[in-house]
């Protein structure tokens, strides 16, 4: 049996309301076997249980580990050669990625999450190549990765069955180039040979195999609605329904999409009112993005207990819009933050996206009640985010039954060399504390971060074999990748022209804004 005592100079176990949260001076966790047994101040724990070693110096404050509630690839697309961009041309981009060591590359990011304090991601992924087997063993390999460094992982893979890279079937938009791209395109698209039922196998499988494990779960992504087809969405949401495993998927990111959604739905209703056709909606259902949900859609959202992932940097550096974090917050709506491809500075800090979050959301005006609080964001970052995956309840605070997950931040490098008394220990540490103070991170009872250094994998030696995987000459097929990325961005732009109304789709926060 693994027992150990971690010590705080303050732990803060939960959030209670928006604006509150339980505090705990000089306290302490008892873990035994990767479950919180205990929680109290130190000195009586350490009383009792004399012999228990202790993880944690007094010195740091003790967070419930975070939750990174949208996550996709390791490198950054910057680092891939693909720039900030809309959206949808940022699709076209994204075909010059290397072809990559997935367990290399999962590694990259997998440093950066835990360093800031991330025990557990929700990690979406797509656009493998291949057919099932080659898809199925490269997700292995990246649900490897994870468990190598030790975090918990929520995988999915993303569906897609049509509509592959603008909103317009694949085989019309082949049809629409030039000739000599039509078959550098349909080579594009050939690479990709996944079938919807190859796609439902592949949960099944996965579900299988990793369905016993502690740090491992596996859900269902279908990844859009224009990526979607009826069919595919009628599957997996009976497929969610028979196994209860919980749905991610990215949904009215952009206005294009939103104009999408309207005319597949015959010129009337949403994209929410398109996925209530299909029993879609409930708590099971997380929305990634949701940046333009109308009023009456929020109302739905709601209502059904649908989640809502909230990506503030990707919103911001893909020019997507301001999601309406205020409206989700007053009706109720279990919110998460997510991280994308990469936070406002290129990596993974979550303690930086909670102080992005934080701030971006801050309307004119003086209702308290209005904007986003400081207990909010620690909810969205730990419990709501583990709302929107399979481990739900079960982690996200630091209480008796729930999993070991925290982290501890050195409270010097928040305070020195000087924080007014009176400031708030909650409010000092989500405005100022920055990766680098955080000094431990336990997930599952066990330390996967000390010091700087991860307990389990060598960073820098990984970090040396990526670099060198990378140092190879570019394939023949990357190489035509990247003529056709370039080539195609034209014809993609020339596509989008006048597809959407301005007037049809002013953005949420402009109307609220004059409301």
């Known amino acids: 049996m693994a027992v150990s005592l971690v010590r705080s100079?303050?732990?803060?176990?939960?959030?209670?309301?928006?604006?509150?949260?339980?505090?705990?001076?000089?306290?302490?966790?008892?873990?035994?076997?990767?479950?919180?047994?205990?929680?109290?101040?130190?000195?009586?724990?350490?009383?009792?249980?004399?012999?228990?070693?202790?993880?944690?110096t007094g010195r740091e404050i003790m967070l419930p580990g975070f939750v990174n509630g949208h996550h996709h690839v390791g490198l950054t697309?910057?680092?891939?050669?693909?720039?900030?961009?809309?959206?949808?041309?940022?699709?076209?981009?994204?075909?010059?990625?290397?072809?990559?060591?997935?367990?290399?590359?999962t590694l990259y990011s997998a440093f950066e999450m835990v360093a800031s304090g991330i025990t557990t991601v929700q990690h979406i992924h797509g656009w493998l190549p291949g057919g099932l087997d080659e898809v199925e063993a490269r997700s292995n390999e990246v649900v490897r990765a994870y468990e190598e460094v030790g975090m918990r992982v929520s995988y999915c893979f993303a569906v897609r069955d049509q509509n592959r890279l603008v909103y317009q079937a694949d085989q019309d938009f082949v049809a629409s180039l030039p000739p000599e791209l039509r078959g550098p395109m349909q080579r594009w698209f050939d690479r990709f040979r996944m079938s919807l039922e190859d796609n439902l196998d592949l949960f099944r499988h996965l579900h299988a195999a990793h369905g016993g494990k502690r740090r491992?779960?596996?859900?269902?992504?279908?990844?859009?609605?224009?990526?979607?087809?009826?069919?595919?969405?009628?599957?997996?949401?009976?497929?969610?329904?028979?196994?209860?495993?919980?749905m991610h998927m990215h949904l009215v990111e952009t206005a294009y999409q939103k104009e999408y959604a309207r005319r597949r739905g015959g010129g009337e209703g949403t994209a929410l009112d398109y996925l209530d056709r299909f029993g879609m909606l409930g708590p099971r259902l997380t929305l990634g993005h949701g940046v333009w949900l109308n009023e009456r859609d929020i109302d739905r959202v709601a209502e059904t207990g649908t989640c809502v992932c909230h990506n503030c940097s990707s919103n911001f550096r893909?020019?997507?819009?301001?999601?309406?974090?205020?409206?989700?917050?007053?009706?109720?709506?279990?919110?998460?933050?997510?991280?994308?491809?990469?936070?406002?500075?290129?990596?993974?800090?979550?303690?930086?996206?909670?102080?992005?979050?934080?701030?971006?959301?801050?309307?004119?005006?003086m209702g308290e009640d209005e904007v986003p609080a400081m207990a909010q964001v620690l909810?969205?970052?730990?419990?709501?985010?583990?709302?929107?995956?399979?481990?739900?309840?079960?982690?996200?605070?630091?209480e008796r039954g729930k999993g070991a997950d925290l982290s501890l931040v050195d409270w010097d490098s928040v305070s020195y060399p000087y924080l007014d008394e009176a400031t708030p220990l909650l409010d000092a540490v989500v405005q100022r504390a920055k990766a680098s103070a955080v000094r431990t991170v336990m997930c599952d009872g066990e330390v996967i971060y000390q010091d700087g250094r991860f307990t389990r994998v060598d960073r820098d030696a990984a970090l040396k074999a990526l670099h060198d995987d990378l140092s190879r000459a570019l394939s023949d097929d990357e190489v035509e990748r990247r003529r056709l990325s370039k080539a195609l961005l034209p014809h993609a732009k020339r596509f989008y022209e006048g597809y959407i109304d301005p007037a049809r789709h002013e953005p949420f926060y402009r109307q609220s804004s004059r409301a």
């Open 216 to 246: 491992v779960k596996v859900q269902l992504a279908p990844a859009n609605l224009h990526w979607c087809s009826d069919r595919a969405l009628a599957a997996l949401s009976d497929l969610s329904a028979t196994t209860g495993a919980p």
């Open 379 to 398: 909810r969205m970052a730990t419990l709501g985010g583990a709302r929107t995956t399979p481990y739900g309840e079960s982690l996200g605070t630091i």
């Open 77 to 105: 697309p910057v680092q891939l050669g693909s720039p900030d961009m809309p959206l949808e041309l940022w699709f076209v981009t994204r075909m010059v990625a290397r072809n990559l060591n997935l367990h290399l590359d």
């Open 9 to 56: 100079r303050a732990m803060i176990t939960k959030t209670l309301s928006r604006t509150e949260w339980e505090e705990v001076p000089d306290g302490a966790v008892l873990q035994e076997d990767g479950i919180v047994v205990e929680t109290g101040a130190y000195e009586d724990l350490r009383r009792r249980f004399p012999t228990v070693p202790v993880v944690g």
């Open 318 to 365: 893909l020019r997507s819009g301001v999601a309406a974090l205020n409206r989700f917050e007053a009706k109720g709506v279990n919110t998460a933050i997510g991280l994308d491809e990469a936070g406002i500075n290129d990596d993974r800090d979550m303690l930086q996206e909670m102080r992005l979050v934080l701030r971006a959301h801050r309307v004119p005006g």
